[in-house]
């Protein structure tokens, strides 16, 4: 089983559509979650971090479910802009490494 | 900008060949952390440097080896290139513990 898996997509939604990704992580003592976007052939940028109590900035709402180990992130009203692909992102036990998924694309349309 | 260069920005080699990356951290920042990303995957941990010395490394062959220096740049270098190796490089800079800041990456193509 892969450590941190998700629906690689691709997620083809017209702009205004609210549309949600999750993602499953493997290590129950995983502390650090996050949901990083990365541009086509550009750096990863991390878009917001994951807690338990869920948290929302903007248009975009992550939320956290230690028991089941699911990530999830939704977004509201889609704009253009937010076509790219999103990493669900888990840091190791050790606090050392982030643990990356394969990534969701994402392409919102006019 | 996040303020973390790498370089150089493309690169192409042959297998069997020798590379070296190289990555200038965020000012104050410590901690360089090295990541591959093959096409259509995520980016995979190599290894970590804090402080000059390596602080984790994940599942990559001894041929893949680092440095950090004194003024908390690093290099990345890769012995005997295989055709697998082909991927975009990224370091991250940190101060450790908290967000690791992505520089722009290396694309590496091995022929």
């Known amino acids: 089983r892969k450590e941190v898996e998700q629906d690689p997509g691709p997620f083809n939604v017209p702009e205004g559509a609210t549309v949600a990704f999750n993602c499953t992580y493997s290590n129950s003592a995983s502390q650090s979650f996050f949901w990083y976007r990365q541009d086509c052939r550009k750096e990863p940028k991390l878009l917001m971090s994951v807690y338990s109590s869920g948290n929302e900035d903007g248009r975009f709402t992550a939320q956290l479910n230690r028991a089941s180990q699911y990530i999830s992130l939704l977004i509201r009203d889609s704009k253009l802009s937010d076509s790219a692909t999103y990493l669900c992102?888990?840091?190791?036990?050790?606090?050392?490494?982030?643990?990356f998924g394969k990534g969701t694309t994402l392409s919102v349309s006019s | 900008e996040t303020g973390v260069t790498q370089s150089p920005t493309h690169l192409i080699k042959t297998r069997g060949q020798q590379v070296t990356l190289r990555c200038s951290s965020q000012?104050?920042?410590?901690?360089v952390s090295w990541y591959q990303q093959a096409l259509g995957q995520g980016p995979q941990f190599i290894f970590q440097?804090?402080?000059?010395?390596?602080?984790g490394r994940g599942n990559f062959p001894p041929r893949f080896s680092g440095l950090q220096f004194p003024n908390y740049s690093s290099e990345l270098n890769v012995n005997a290139l295989e055709l697998d190796d082909s991927a975009l490089y990224l370091c991250?800079?940190?101060?450790?513990?908290?967000?690791?800041?992505f520089g722009p990456g290396t694309r590496l193509t091995v022929l």
């Open positions: 992102v888990v840091k190791d036990q050790a606090g050392t490494a982030l643990i």
């Open positions: 991250a800079s940190s101060l450790r513990p908290r967000e690791q800041f």
């Open positions: 440097y804090y402080r000059e010395e390596e602080n």
């Open positions: 000012s104050g920042h410590n901690t």
